[in-house]
Nanobody
Framework: QVQLVESGGGLVQPGGSLRLSCAYS????????VGWFRQTPGKEREGVSCISSSDGRTSYGDSVQGRFTISRDNTKNTVYLQMNSLKSEDTAVYYCAAGGPLISWINVNEYDYWGQGTQVTVSS
C-alpha cells in the first residue's frame, strides 16, 4: 500500500526557512518521481518541485527557483523540501505526490498518489 506523509510545516517569519519532509512507503524511488505541490484556497494546485526517479534530476517552479531545494534520502524513504528566503506568497498547504513516468512534472494529473498536506504560513 502506497503512503506519503508530509511533516515540517508551521509558522515562520518572512525571510525564514523551513524543511518539509515526505515520508513514503509502498514504492521505490527507482520507479517513481516525487513532486511537491502547494495550494491556497480558491486556486489550483501549483507545482513547486520534482525529483526524478531515474537520475535524481530536479525541477523547480519559477516562483521558487533559487530559494527551494528538493532532495531525497533513499535510506530513510524520505524526500525533503528545503525552503529558504520564505515570502508571504509561499503561504499554502504543501503536498507531496508520487507518479510513474512523467511527461510534465507540473501536471497534477500525472501523479498517482498524494499525501494529506502540511500547512506553511509565512507571516510576521
Amino acid at each position: 500500500q502506497v503512503q506519503l506523509v508530509e511533516s515540517g510545516g508551521g509558522l515562520v517569519q518572512p525571510g525564514g526557512s523551513l524543511r518539509l519532509s515526505c515520508a513514503y512507503s509502498g514504492f521505490s524511488l527507482d520507479y517513481y518521481h516525487v513532486g511537491w505541490f502547494r495550494q491556497t484556497p480558491g486556486k489550483e494546485r501549483e507545482g513547486v518541485s520534482c525529483i526524478s526517479s531515474s537520475d535524481g534530476r530536479t525541477s523547480y517552479g519559477d516562483s521558487v527557483q533559487g530559494r527551494f531545494t528538493i532532495s531525497r534520502d533513499n535510506t530513510k524513504n524520505t524526500v525533503y523540501l528545503q525552503m529558504n528566503s520564505l515570502k508571504s506568497e509561499d503561504t499554502a498547504v504543501y503536498y507531496c505526490a508520487a507518479g510513474g513516468p512523467l511527461i510534465s512534472w507540473i501536471n497534477v494529473n500525472e501523479y498517482d498518489y498524494w499525501g494529506q498536506g502540511t500547512q506553511v504560513t509565512v507571516s510576521s
